[in-house]
């Protein structure tokens, strides 16, 4: 999952306080000198154009505009936890020098640092003020500044962050991705329902239809035979009914369609071996598929914390924003966790992936383990 992926499922988190406090102090310094740099360098740079010195000069400007940035995306990545990847430019091999010039002016990506350096300064000037207060005011560095460091974060990331174009072209290629994982995932499933039809209630009805073809042969000479492949027969049908009832069941529950979300995940907590907390929050109700889906991320995540987790409580949450539902599990186990190709955690994120859902695990060696889904409403 790309970092882009991340903030469009969970948006930009809120930077810590003491993080936020030093980047303001001493990107102040910095984006001080970035911006006489290139005001300087762009106004003597036209100036001179005009008897050629300029354009040396604002060639140099450009790519300090450039390398600032390129820094910047650093910077923020590392003390706001922004999630800003490197972008992606204009290809300059085998350009000359004047050509490589023309072509970063023609880049968006150019023209969007610079908005974003022009923007910084005057922004460093009040930050400066509030990571001053916030040394001698303990509340205001707790909740006001981590907030500035936020709405900082937000702004780097619409202008140091992917274009439009860029952001276009990473949805369809995880839309892509996400749709031939979900055909891989139906394949499975449809695979498994032709094993489960085939070695359960399949060999059942053979087994009553043999019975009763034996009894059919035997029911003027030998009554009682008869009436003991007719009992195994029957014992065999009853048997087969229950094979295709769970068949159903494990193709779409009944209880979930009846009663919605919440009735189906407190019944699949009381058949948990482990105490298993439940909270669901989940109106107005989404659509059948995100329900299905979120069931059977739980079930299946309940299956494997109580198999190798070594837990002894658990804990589900579910809720629904204006655009997603958010499914999070939780266990005190002795964690580890991880996606590993072919794993059952891959086939959480393959289920979730046929809705262009995403899956998150965090389980740090000891414990505890947070695995997070979060399923989009409309796709």
């Not at 000069?57 to 820094?71: C, G, N």
């Not at 009944?254 to 919440?262: F, Q």
């Not at 298993?276 to 889906?293: F, L, S």
Request: with cysteine.
């Amino acid at each position: 999952m790309t970092i882009d992926q991340q903030v469009q499922q969970v948006g930009i988190p809120r930077p810590r306080p003491m993080r936020t406090i030093a980047y303001m102090f001493v990107s102040f310094f910095f984006r001080l000198l970035q911006f006489i740099l290139i005001v300087v360098g762009l106004a003597v740079g036209i100036a001179t154009a005009v008897v050629w010195i300029g354009f040396p000069i604002l060639m140099a400007t450009t790519s300090f505009i450039r390398w600032s940035a390129d820094r910047e995306r650093g910077w923020a990545r590392t003390m706001l936890e922004t999630p800003l990847e490197p972008v992606e430019r204009l290809p300059l091999e085998g350009l000359s020098l004047v050509k490589r010039w023309l072509t970063r002016l023609t880049d968006a990506t150019t023209w969007r640092d610079l908005a974003y350096l022009m923007a910084a300064f005057p922004l460093a000037c009040l930050e400066l003020p509030i990571a001053i207060a916030s040394i001698v005011l303990l509340p205001m560095a707790i909740w006001v500044t981590p907030w500035v460091g936020w709405l900082h974060g937000n702004l780097a990331y619409s202008l140091l962050g992917p274009n439009r174009a860029a952001k276009l072209e990473q949805k369809a290629e995880r839309l892509q991705a996400s749709r031939a994982r979900g055909v891989d995932a139906a394949e499975a499933e449809r695979r498994r329902i032709e094993r489960d039809l085939h070695d359960g209630a399949q060999q059942r009805l053979v087994a009553v239809a043999m019975s009763l073809g034996r009894a059919k042969s035997k029911f003027d000479q030998d009554p009682n035979a008869v009436r003991e492949l007719i009992d195994e027969a029957h014992l065999d049908a009853k048997l087969a009914v229950s094979e295709l009832r769970d068949l159903a069941r494990g193709i779409y529950p009944a209880v979930l369609g009846d009663r919605g979300l919440d009735a189906a995940l407190s019944a699949q907590a009381a058949k948990s071996p482990i105490h298993v907390d439940v909270e669901v929050d989940v109106e107005p109700r989404p659509p059948a598929a995100v329900e299905t889906t979120a069931y059977f991320i739980v079930g299946e995540t309940l299956t494997n914390i109580a198999k190798h987790s070594g837990a002894t409580e658990a804990g589900v949450k579910v809720w629904r924003t204006e655009s997603m539902v958010i499914v999070e599990i939780t266990d005190n186990g002795h964690g580890g966790a991880e996606v590993r190709p072919g794993g059952g955690l891959a086939g959480l994120a393959d289920r979730a992936a046929t809705i262009d859902g995403v899956i998150t695990v965090v389980s740090p060696p000891g414990g505890p383990t947070v695995i997070r889904a979060d399923l989009p409403c409309q796709w």
